[in-house]
């Protein structure tokens, strides 16, 4: 059976475009609830930490860069089949082949600046979200 929690974080490019009010509206209308919710920037090690998956690949770098440059907004969503709902609601990750209305679609503006991270399994969704929030902070 699908979780019920799936994690995203809204990423530097989006923030600093003024994006958060208009994903999250975007998050709601979909009929995700927010169960836990904070602004924050990584450090190096940090962003390392959480990306350590894709460590061997060519752009492990740069995506670390890339996330330390500016402040995150990082959620916790509660649906119903969350993270396919989820993955659905934010597009491909390549906003050029992202369906009309999601939020790559609308706010992305590059495949590796593509406005949003969402978990893409139930397993990784728990251990995101464990990275930004404690059990305390969870609602």
Do not use: W
Not at 23 to 48: P, S, Y
């Amino acid at each position: 059976m699908a979780g019920t929690t799936t994690f995203t974080m809204i990423k530097p490019e989006a923030v600093e475009a003024g994006h958060i009010g208009n994903i999250l509206q975007m998050i709601n209308e979909a009929g995700f609830r927010i169960v836990a919710l904070k602004k924050t920037q990584l450090n190096k090690d940090q962003a390392g930490e959480f990306y350590a998956v894709h460590k061997e690949r060519p752009f492990y770098g740069e995506l670390v860069d890339y996330m330390c440059s500016g402040p995150i907004v990082a959620a916790i969503l509660e649906k119903d089949n969350a993270v396919a709902d989820f993955r659905e609601l934010i597009g491909a990750t390549d906003p050029s082949e992202a369906a009309e209305g999601t939020i790559r679609k609308k706010y992305a503006t590059s495949k590796a600046e593509n406005a949003v991270h969402g978990s893409d399994s139930d397993e990784n969704a728990q251990i995101e979200g464990s990275f930004f929030f404690s059990r305390f902070e969870k609602f």
